[in-house]
């Protein structure tokens, strides 16, 4: 897990791989990695396919956007 470019996590509170998300990002800190993780509550799989309906969906991915940009200035 160590040496990997920086990972961007959101899951909502509803999947499945909910706890392995937690346990990915987890691992990924304690290698010395970059993650970040928020746990979206009350979302299921996928809620950002339902942007811009979903002020949830428009969050998430603007985020991810924003966690983009500072990492690729690095």
């Known amino acids: 897990m160590s040496g990997l470019p920086p990972t961007f996590v959101h899951v909502g509170s509803w999947e499945l791989p909910r706890d392995d998300s937690i346990q990915i990002a987890q691992k990924l800190r304690r290698a010395g990695s970059i993650a970040a993780l928020k746990v979206w ?30 990492h690729l200035k690095a």
Not at 53 to 61: F, R, T, V
């Open 41 to 70: 509550e009350g979302m299921c799989h996928s809620w950002q396919l339902f942007a811009p309906m979903l002020e949830e969906g428009m969050a998430s991915i603007s985020e991810a956007a924003s966690f983009t940009k500072i």
